[in-house]
C-alpha cells in the first residue's frame, strides 16, 4: 500500500511542523527555551549541545502562535523571561529547583502558582491510566495538563522521533527506507531533557485547545461508531450470531457495530504451537462461512470488528503463514513461527498484507488487543503505541475513514481513536469510577474512550446495576456493551426482568436517537479541541464547587450527566445522584422539571427510579434526536429525513445548535463538505435554518417536530407560520410536541408562538405524591410529608426531620411493645428536598 492517497497519512504530514520559530527562541550552548504561546514554553538541556526539532511520538507541532511576547532580560547573573502570562527566572545551568522556576503571574486563587524544577504536583488534575484491567474501582492516573495550581510539565523526554516523508507505514523502520524518501520511528540520536510547561492558569480549555496544537488534534470518527456496540467474549456459531442481531432487530434494539472477540480464529492449537490467543485463522467449525457472515452483518447495517492478540506473531498452523514466513526470509517447511517484531520492516509488510486479506473480505476495522508488556527490539518504542499509530494509518488504506479500537499509550493516545479501557470487573465500584475515569481522561486530551459497558467479568448478578450501567453508557463516548464467555454474564435485554429490561431497552434507543448530537459533538471535538466529555470544572474554574463531584459531567454542549453509581436505597425505592448545577436555571432533560441553581450554582441529590437517570438541559436548550427507524432500518445511521427537536423555555438568550452532517466520504468530510444546519429558539421563535454547505449530504426533505419541554399544555394553535400535521401533550413530561409538515432542507423551517413560551410550574404536591407512593415508611410519616408538599411552606421540611413518629407494627394488637418511634429517614428527606427546592 502506499500512502499516497491515504486521508489519515495526509493528515499526519500536514500537522508536522516540528520545528519553533526562531524568533520565539531564546538558547545557549547546552539549553534552549521556546515560547511556543504565552501560555506554553518548551524547555530543553542537551550535554552534547544538540536539540531535537523533529516531531515525536506525543508532540508533532511547535509552531502554531504568531501572537507571541517574548521580553527577554538578565539580572544578578540570571536569564529572564517575561510573556505577560509567565515569568521565567533561569540560571542558565543544568536544571535544578534552585536555578529554574516560572510564576504563573495572573493566578490568585492558589499560594502554589510558582513552579519550581523537579517539583511534585499535588494540583494536578490527573489524566487517564493504560488499562482497567483488574481493577476494581477506584485507580491512581496519571498526570494531565491541568491543575488548579495552574500550571503543569508534558515530559517528553524519551519519546522516540518520528519523521513523515511520503511513504508507506509498512515499512517504518530501517536506513533503506529513510534514503528512498520514507518515513521512520526511531531513538533519539542524542540524550537531554526535553519538557513542556503548561501555565494557563486556570484557563482549561484554552490550555487543551494549545494542547492539541501541541500534539495534533482528536480525529473524527465515522458517524456509525457512535451508535451501540454488541460485545462478548463468546464462541458464537455463525447461526447464532446472526440470529442474535437479528432478533435485536425484532426487539426494537438497535445496534451500529459488532465486535466479535477472539474465538473468531482458531483458539484450539497444537501445544507445540503455544497458545492459542494470538490467531489470523477463521474457525470454520464456528463459521464455515466468514465471508457470507459478514456480509449478511453488513446487509443488517453493522460494521465488523475482530479481536487480535499480536504478540505470538504467526506460526505455521495458521493460513498465511507461508506467505509472510518467505517474505521475511523463513523456509516455510521448517515451520518456524514468524516473529511478531515491529522493528522488522518485512514483518510489518506482511503483517499488513495478513490483515489486508481480511479487510478485503469484508472486516471493517481492528480491535489490537496487545496487554504484553512495552519492550521492543528499538529502545523506548512502546510496542502499543506503534500498533495504534501504523494501524490508524493503514486503516484509511483505499479511501476509508480510519479507525483502530486498542489500549491507550500514553499523552498522544487520542490521534488513535477509540480507546478500550480493559476488562471491567462487574461491580458497582467499576461503574462508580467509569465516569471519573472518562471525564478525567479529557485533560490528556483523550476523549474516546470505550468501557465494557455492563462490565465484562467476575464480580455478581445486580439486575439495577446493570440497568443504571446501561444509562451511563447512552452518555459516555463510545456504548459499547460487553461480558464475558460465562452462560450468565450476557447483557442482552431479555435475559433481565421486564422493568429493568424496558429501562436497558429505552436508553439504548435513546442512543440511537442522540447520533446526530453525538456526530455534531465529533466535529466540535475535531475542529474546536473540545472533548464531548468535559469535567464540570472546565466551564467554572474558579468555582470550588465544580470540583466537588468528579463523576458529573457534560456531554456536549447541551447536557449535563449525573450517573446513578449505587444501588437504590430500600426506603426511598429509588437511587440518588449527587449534583451540581452551575448558575442559572436547568430543566430535567425527561421529566421537564426546573431547577434554580443561584450564584455559586447548587448542590443536590437527585433520586431516581429505575427507568429514569438525572440528565440536565440549561434553560434554552436544544438537542436533536433522530427519529427512530423501525424494522429492517432500525440500525441505520443515515442523515435523518424525521426529526425530533426538544427544547427548554425560559432564556433570555437565543439558543443556538448547528447540527453538522456529511456524506459519510473520509476525504470529503476532511475537506469540510458538510452540511450545517442551524437551529435557533429564543423562547418564542423556533427555528431550522436552511442546509449550508453540501446539500447533497441530507435528505431533500425532512419532517420537523418540535417539543417544548417544562410547559403546560400549550394547544396546537399557539405556533404559526408551520404546518402543524399533528399536536400532543404528555403531563408526565410535561411537554408540548408539534409535528410540522415536511419542508425543504435548503429552505428550513420557521414557526413562532404568540408570546414567549413560559416554564410551568413544578407539581410538587403531585410529584411528592407518587415519590410517596413508593417510599417504604410509615403511613403517618407519609401523610406529615403531603401535607408539607400541598402547603408549598419550604421551612417546614426542616422540622419534617427533626420529628419524631410513632408507628405500629406487627400483624396483631395495639400494646406498647409493638410501637416504634423514630425519625423520616434522612433518605426520604433529600428526595422530599429535591422536590421543594427544584425552583
Known amino acids: 500500500m502506499s500512502a499516497q492517497g491515504n486521508g489519515a497519512y495526509a493528515e499526519f504530514v500536514s500537522m508536522s511542523k516540528p520545528h519553533m520559530n526562531s524568533e520565539h527562541v531564546i538558547a545557549g550552548d547546552k539549553w534552549r527555551i521556546g515560547v511556543i504561546t504565552n501560555s506554553l514554553l518548551r524547555f530543553e538541556w542537551s550535554d552534547s549541545g544538540v536539540f531535537e526539532d523533529n516531531a515525536t511520538q506525543v508532540v508533532v507541532n511547535r509552531d502554531f502562535s504568531d501572537d507571541v511576547t517574548v521580553n527577554v532580560s538578565e539580572r544578578d547573573g540570571l536569564l529572564i523571561i517575561d510573556t505577560g502570562e509567565l515569568y521565567v527566572t533561569y540560571d542558565k545551568k543544568p536544571f535544578s529547583k534552585e536555578g529554574l522556576s516560572v510564576v504563573v503571574k495572573h493566578l490568585t486563587t492558589s499560594q502554589f502558582n510558582t513552579w519550581h524544577y523537579g517539583d511534585d504536583a499535588p494540583g494536578n488534575l490527573r489524566g487517564t491510566y493504560r488499562t482497567l484491567d483488574t481493577i476494581d474501582g477506584r485507580c491512581e492516573l496519571e498526570e494531565g495538563v491541568l491543575s488548579i495550581d495552574g500550571w503543569a510539565i508534558l515530559d517528553d523526554s524519551k519519546s522516540n522521533v518520528v519523521a513523515y516523508e511520503g511513504a508507506s507505514p509498512k515499512a517504518a523502520f530501517g536506513e533503506e527506507n529513510i534514503n528512498a524518501g520514507g518515513w521512520r520511528v526511531s531513538s533519539r540520536d542524542h540524550k537531554e531533557t526535553d519538557f513542556y510547561f503548561f501555565g494557563y492558569a486556570h484557563n482549561y480549555k484554552e490550555a487543551m485547545k494549545d494542547f492539541y496544537k501541541l500534539t495534533g488534534p482528536q480525529p473524527l470518527l465515522p458517524r456509525w461508531a457512535l451508535g451501540n456496540w454488541w460485545s462478548r467474549y463468546y464462541a458464537y456459531t455463525q447461526d447464532e450470531y446472526l440470529k442474535l442481531h437479528d432478533r435485536f432487530k425484532k426487539e426494537g434494539i438497535p445496534f451500529t457495530t459488532a465486535v466479535i472477540d477472539m474465538d473468531w480464529h482458531i483458539t484450539d492449537i497444537d501445544p507445540k504451537y503455544g497458545y492459542g490467543w494470538t490467531g489470523y485463522t477463521w474457525n470454520e467449525d464456528l463459521y464455515p462461512d466468514h465471508v457470507k457472515l459478514l456480509a449478511d452483518l453488513k446487509d443488517r447495517g453493522l460494521k465488523t470488528t475482530l479481536n487480535i492478540h499480536p ?11 507461508k506467505k509472510i514466513a518467505e517474505k521475511v526470509g523463513i523456509d516455510p517447511a521448517t515451520d518456524e513461527t514468524v516473529e511478531f517484531d515491529l522493528t522488522n520492516p518485512q514483518f510489518m509488510d506482511g503483517y499488513f498484507d495478513m490483515h489486508h486479506d481480511l479487510e478485503d473480505e469484508g472486516v471493517n476495522f481492528w480491535w489490537i488487543d496487545w496487554q504484553q508488556g512495552g519492550v521492543t527490539r528499538q529502545p523506548g518504542l512502546d510496542p502499543l503505541w506503534m500498533l495504534n499509530h501504523v494501524h490508524y494509518i493503514d486503516s484509511a488504506r483505499d479511501g476509508k475513514w480510519p479507525l483502530t479500537f486498542s489500549r491507550y499509550a500514553g499523552p498522544g493516545s487520542h490521534r488513535y481513536p477509540v480507546g478500550f479501557s480493559g476488562d471491567s470487573i462487574v461491580s458497582w465500584e467499576s461503574l462508580r469510577f467509569q465516569p471519573e475515569f472518562t471525564a478525567t481522561a479529557s485533560n490528556i486530551g483523550f476523549g474516546w474512550w470505550s468501557h465494557d459497558i455492563g462490565g465484562h467479568m467476575m464480580g455478581y448478578r445486580d439486575d439495577e446495576l446493570e440497568a443504571r450501567w446501561y444509562q451511563y453508557g447512552t452518555f459516555a ?12 454474564t450476557s447483557k442482552e435485554p431479555w435475559n433481565f426482568r ?25 466535529y466540535r471535538a475535531h475542529n474546536d479541541g473540545e472533548p464531548i466529555i468535559e469535567p464540570m470544572y472546565w466551564s467554572e474554574p474558579d ?18 450527566m449525573a450517573p446513578i453509581t449505587s444501588p437504590s436505597d430500600k426506603n426511598v425505592a429509588k ?3 449527587d449534583v451540581w448545577l452551575p448558575e442559572g436555571e436547568w430543566f430535567d432533560f425527561f421529566s421537564g422539571r426546573r431547577y434554580l441553581a443561584q450564584k455559586n450554582g447548587r448542590k443536590f441529590e437527585a433520586w431516581r427510579a429505575l427507568d429514569k437517570q438525572p440528565v440536565f438541559a440549561p434553560a434554552g436548550a436544544l438537542v436533536p434526536l433522530a427519529q427512530l427507524e423501525e424494522g429492517d ?28 452532517e456529511d456524506d459519510g466520504l473520509f476525504n470529503d468530510a476532511r475537506k469540510g463538505k458538510t452540511a450545517r444546519t442551524k437551529l435557533t429558539w429564543d423562547g418564542q421563535r423556533f427555528t431550522v435554518a ?5 446539500v447533497t449530504a441530507v435528505p431533500a426533505q425532512r419532517t420537523w417536530t418540535l417539543t417544548v419541554r417544562g410547559v403546560d399544555n400549550l394547544g396546537e394553535s399557539a405556533v404559526k407560520g408551520a404546518h402543524v400535521v399533528s399536536y400532543s401533550y404528555d403531563e408526565e413530561t410535561m411537554s408540548a410536541s408539534y409535528e410540522f409538515e415536511a419542508v425543504s432542507s435548503t429552505e428550513g423551517l420557521k414557526t413562532e408562538f404568540a408570546s414567549i413560551v413560559k416554564p410551568a410550574a413544578n407539581p410538587v404536591a403531585e410529584d411528592t405524591r407518587k415519590m410517596l407512593l413508593d417510599t417504604q415508611i410509615a403511613y403517618n410519616m407519609k401523610e406529615a410529608i403531603y401535607t408539607v408538599a400541598k402547603s408549598g411552606d419550604v421551612r417546614e421540611i426542616a ?13 396483631h394488637g395495639h400494646t406498647p411493645e409493638h410501637m416504634v418511634t423514630e425519625r423520616i429517614p434522612s433518605e426520604v428527606v433529600s428526595a422530599f428536598e429535591e422536590i421543594m427546592f427544584r425552583s
Not at 440500525?635 to 445548535?657: C, D, L, M, T
Open 543 to 560: 468555582n470550588v464547587d465544580a470540583y466537588s463531584n468528579k463523576t458529573e459531567f457534560w456531554f456536549g454542549t447541551q447536557l449535563v
Open 799 to 811: 422540622s419534617i426531620g427533626a420529628q419524631k413518629f410513632d408507628y405500629e407494627y406487627g400483624l
Open 311 to 321: 504478540r505470538d506473531g504467526v506460526r505455521g498452523y495458521e493460513k498465511p503463514y
Open 498 to 522: 421486564p422493568e429493568v429490561r424496558r429501562a436497558m431497552v429505552d436508553t439504548l434507543q435513546l442512543r440511537h436517537r442522540l447520533i446526530p448530537y453525538v456526530y455534531t459533538m465529533n
Open 633 to 660: 432500518r432500525i440500525n441505520s445511521v443515515a442523515n435523518p429525513s424525521a426529526f425530533e427537536v426538544i427544547v427548554f423555555p425560559g432564556s433570555s438568550e437565543k439558543g443556538e445548535f448547528t447540527l453538522i
Open 477 to 488: 463516548p463510545i456504548n459499547r456493551l460487553h461480558s464475558s464467555n460465562s452462560a450468565f
Open 690 to 694: 436552511g442546509v449550508d454547505g453540501d
Open 575 to 577: 437511587a440518588k445522584a
